[in-house]
């Protein structure tokens, strides 16, 4: 009997409480003037977004166990170039990819290949070499899903990063 009482009560609080609330008003506020719509769609001049809207592309891909720079990956690699001259305080990481063939050591290591092959070559086109830092993550973050050559080649990159703007 006590606890149907105690549940009774508990019930009844709570239809309270429930009753209580407060309704939204009719008229609200307008935003801040300093973070209305027009300002968070402006593009951070540095910034990863302004680096990805500006560049040819923020990758280069591979053919299977390669990590040499074709004729294609020196032309997105020279659009990066000319975007990190424009902005000399941006430190960027580029991120060496594999597919997900080959143990997950030898995927790693090729993947550091293939982003200090893309690192070399920006380098040769004036990019301070401090200014880029190198990692690999193998097969471990794929971009495609799948066990088919399609997927395969979308995984098989260097992918530049933003890390640091003035």
């Not at 609330?21 to 027009?38: Q, R, V």
């Not at 769609?41 to 280069?60: L, M």
């Not at 004729?71 to 990819?97: K, Y």
């Not at 990692?135 to 530049?160: F, H, L, M, Q, W």
């Amino acid at each position: 009997m006590t606890k149907k009482l105690a549940l009774m009560s508990a019930m009844a609080a709570m239809l309270a409480v429930g009753g209580c609330a407060k309704k939204a008003p009719k008229d609200l506020p307008p935003p801040p003037a300093c973070c209305g719509p027009e300002e968070s769609d402006r593009v951070i001049p540095g910034s990863q977004q302004d680096f990805v809207a500006n560049v040819s592309s923020d990758r280069i891909f591979f053919g299977f166990d390669q990590f040499n720079v074709d004729a294609e990956d020196m032309a997105i690699l020279q659009s990066q170039a000319a975007w990190l001259a424009r902005n000399p305080g941006v430190r960027v990481t580029l991120e060496g990819h594999a597919d997900e063939r080959g143990t997950r050591d030898y995927n790693i290591a090729l993947g550091e290949r293939r982003a200090n092959s893309a690192k070399n070559y920006l380098a040769t086109l004036g990019v301070d070499p401090g200014r880029v830092d190198v990692i690999s993550y193998g097969k471990e973050r794929p971009a495609a899903a799948g066990s088919d050559e399609a997927a395969y080649a979308k995984n098989r990159r260097a992918v530049t990063v933003v890390i640091e703007r003035p």
